[in-house]
T-cell receptor
């Protein structure tokens, strides 16, 4: 079975631009969570979506937004990019909202 | 969720057991102990989790003390591919699905 997939794998943007990252959960999983991992640190929780509704939000500015589609895939959008947004963005899926999470390989974003 | 304390780094000889400790002295009765690992530049990989009983799967064993204030992840026969950062996380299911990652333990398996 395919695991969590994310696209693109790498991305380079400039300050002020907007970016959309995509995630497809494991088949049958209904919940998707997003994390940001800055170099040298552990992942930080951004959002959780379950059945297309936001179930949790971490301490991130409103420039970060997300949504989940009827097929349970998800997009993370970041507006007005800052240099500090350079990070590995991780998506994790779980069966329901509170089960064990399984992570994808991540999207590495570089903001210049 | 309760905070965890892990040693920043550990070494282990290839073929030997790797025992990774974690302190979670403020853990609550409904909080689970989860272990993930992250090999360089990859997404975190789920290893094992438990509530109060010891658990074993094909990857590792999890030993939780009776008072639940600490736990140990055991990799029975470490290989070079087990070199990674290992994260011990405590979470409760009624707090949503957020995982709070600390600094983890960087395990280096040496030949």
């Amino acid at each position: 079975d395919a695991g969590v997939t994310q696209s693109p794998t790498h991305l380079i943007k400039t300050r002020g631009q907007q970016v959309t990252l995509r995630c497809s959960p494991i088949s049958g999983h209904k919940s998707v969570s997003w994390y940001q991992q800055v170099l040298g640190q552990g992942p930080q929780f951004i959002f959780q979506y379950y059945e297309k509704e936001e179930r949790g939000r971490g301490n991130f500015p409103d420039r970060f937004s997300a949504r989940q589609f009827p097929n349970y895939s998800s997009e993370l959008n970041v507006n007005a990019l800052l240099l500090g947004d350079s990070a590995l963005y991780l998506c994790a899926s779980s069966l329901e909202g509170e089960e064990t999470q399984y992570f994808g390989p991540g999207t590495r974003l570089l903001v210049l | 969720d309760a905070k965890t304390t892990q040693p920043p780094s550990m070494d282990c000889a290839e073929g030997r057991a790797a025992n990774l400790p974690c302190n979670h002295s403020t853990i609550s009765g409904n909080e689970y102990v989860y272990w993930y690992r992250q090999i360089h530049s990859q997404g975190p990989q789920y290893i094992i989790h438990g509530l109060k009983n010891n658990e074993t799967n094909e990857m590792a064993s999890l030993i939780i003390t009776e008072d639940r204030k600490s736990s140990t992840l055991i990799l029975p026969h470490a290989t070079l591919r087990d070199t990674a950062v290992y994260y011990c996380i405590v979470r409760s299911y009624n707090a949503g699905n957020m995982l709070t990652f600390g600094g983890g333990t960087r395990l280096m398996v040496k030949p």
